[in-house]
């Protein structure tokens, strides 16, 4: 969920990717690699993340959470409401750009 997080975050703020990677001091081929999930970034990318759109590292990884036969009973609950967060955002964006376009 981290990757839908980092795309939701940098379309929300209305950044290209190549706008971001640069604001990142990455390359674009990478910051579409994090945001596919095919690459997951460090903790120092996530610092500067939190940097640029002025929000907690803690915040940014609500998103990251993986459900775990290990973990307490409450996460898999916070894991669904993380989704659905996203799920609303991710509806939210869309509704704006049709609006936008229209």
Known sequence: MLNRALKLLRTYHQYTQVELARRL??????????????KTPGLDLLERYSEVFKMPVSSILLFSESINEDRKPGAKLRVAAADKILRLLEWLQERDAVERAA
């Open 25 to 38: 001091g990455i390359s674009n081929s990478y910051l579409s690699e994090l945001e596919k999930g095919d």
